[in-house]
């Protein structure tokens, strides 16, 4: 049985960073494309940033060169290091896997985490 979990999330000041984790088990985020996806209230969910098997990384442009994804195999952990946050980055973050290959699209991803909430405050 897969599952994700997301962690790290809470209130931060704008300006501030944060570090999410996502913990598979069930699977191994080598051999996936993990990705981190967000839905703020009233908006449909949105691409933020995914790592191939590769190790090779994209970014949503809203936040390209404020986000860093990486991944540690041994701990079978996804992260996004998030930095210079703004109010506009206050949303749910989910974590994902795809057995179909690095894409920005969630239809694409076959197992989804429980979100943990982002709060950028003023």
């Known amino acids: 049985q897969v599952q994700l979990v997301e962690s790290g999330g809470g209130l931060a000041q704008a300006g501030g960073s944060l570090r999410l984790s996502c913990a598979a088990s069930?699977?191994?985020?080598?051999?996936?494309?993990m990705g981190w996806f967000r839905q703020a209230p009233g908006k449909e969910r949105e691409f933020v940033a995914v790592i191939a098997w590769t190790g090779i990384t994209s970014y949503a442009d809203s936040v390209k060169g404020r986000f860093t994804i990486s991944r540690d195999n041994a701990k079978n952990t996804v992260y996004l290091q998030m930095n210079s946050l703004s109010p506009e980055d206050t949303a749910v973050y989910y974590c994902?896997?795809?057995?179909?290959?690095?894409?920005?699209?969630?239809?694409?991803?076959?197992?989804w985490g429980q979100g943990t909430q982002v709060t950028v405050s003023t």
């Open positions: 069930g699977l191994a985020v080598s051999r996936y494309a």
């Open positions: 994902a896997a795809s057995s179909r290959g690095a894409s920005r699209h969630l239809v694409l991803y076959d197992y």
